[in-house]
Every structure is written in structure tokens, then in C-alpha cells.
């Protein structure tokens, strides 16, 4: 399975997120899976790569031109774009199925994109949102406010509940993935 994540090109305060990156990482490739990411050696995202390759999987990084001062060395395949939404269309094209960790705006943009297309039903492939330490709680507020507000029916606002994980087990569980 292709899975493309999304999440920060910085570390974050404290271990926490990197643990999370790594944990992911490993889940990732010793499941023999293919990591689709930002191709990135910055943050939790070098992280990740590096825990995916550590654990015998693939690696495809998308990156804009403009970032190749940041490419992760060691990919099994660097796919190199021009724009941002070049990278964001390829990353869909490419994945199986998606992760978002925490990160930044760019996460949170990525992310909006993803979760706006299965809302319209243009991606049919699971989506999970690794609400780590309660990271994302504040969005699952947002979506709350979506629903009292009128602006997402309950239908959908269940849709955006169930993709929040709190685990690692729970990511493996909503992509599909075995268990070791």
C-alpha cells in the first residue's frame, strides 16, 4: 500500500512527535508498505523517512524545485515538481491511503485538501488524522461548530469524527493494515 502522510517539517516541542513520526515510520515499512511524503530531510518528516527505510520499506518524496536543498537522501523514488499543488495533486495520485500527523499550516493545508475530496466523495481511500496528545482537538471543536452552525450535516460531521485516531493501533486499523 501507497501511504501518503502529512505532517511537519520541523520537530515540534518535546520527543513526542518525533516518536510519533517514528513510530509511524516503522509501522510503515516493516509492513512493507511505500511511504508517499513531501521528500523532505527536515523535521518529523526526515524522521519518518528515515524510520520507513530503517524498516525495510520504500520511500517516494514529492518536492518542489524549490525545496531540493532539502531532499531526503536515501529515497527510492524522488519525484520533483514545480509548484505546491503539483505536489499535493501528485501525492493524491499516488497514495492508497492517507495519515496526517501533527504539523504546521502547510500540514493543515494538505490535510483540508485531502479531507475536502472524500467530503465530495473525488477520493474513496481512508483518511485518518493521528490526533496525537490531542493535537488536533481543536479542529474536531471547528467541525462541531461546522455542524451546529449549518455547515456540515451530521452525516458528514461523523464522517470527519471517525477519521481522528489517538493511537498508532488506530491508524494501522483505518488504513487496513495488518498487524505484525
Do not use: W
Amino acid at each position: 500500500m501507497n501511504i501518503a502522510v502529512y505532517l511537519g517539517s520541523t520537530e515540534g516541542e518535546g520527543t513526542a512527535y518525533v516518536n510519533c513520526a517514528e513510530e509511524i515510520g516503522k509501522m510503515i515499512g516493516s509492513g512493507g508498505h511505500t511511504l508517499v511524503y513531501g521528500g523532505s530531510s527536515s523535521g518529523t518528516m526526515g524522521v519518518l523517512a528515515d524510520a520507513v527505510l530503517s524498516s525495510g520499506g520504500k520511500v517516494i518524496g514529492v518536492i518542489p524545485e524549490f525545496f531540493l536543498y532539502r531532499v531526503q537522501p536515501g529515497m527510492s523514488e524522488c519525484i520533483t515538481v514545480k509548484t505546491m499543488s503539483e505536489r499535493k495533486k501528485k501525492m493524491i495520485d499516488l497514495a492508497d491511503g492517507f495519515v496526517v500527523l501533527p504539523g504546521g499550516p502547510g500540514t493543515l493545508e494538505e490535510m483540508a485538501e485531502v479531507m475536502s475530496a472524500v467530503r465530495l466523495g473525488l477520493i474513496k481511500k481512508p483518511c485518518v488524522i493521528y490526533n496525537l496528545n490531542g493535537y488536533y482537538d481543536i479542529l474536531l471543536d471547528m467541525y462541531r461548530q461546522m455542524l451546529a452552525q449549518g455547515f456540515l450535516s451530521p452525516k458528514e460531521y461523523s464522517q470527519y469524527e471517525e477519521s481522528f485516531a489517538k493511537t498508532a493501533e488506530e491508524v494501522r486499523a483505518a488504513l487496513g493494515l495488518e498487524e505484525l
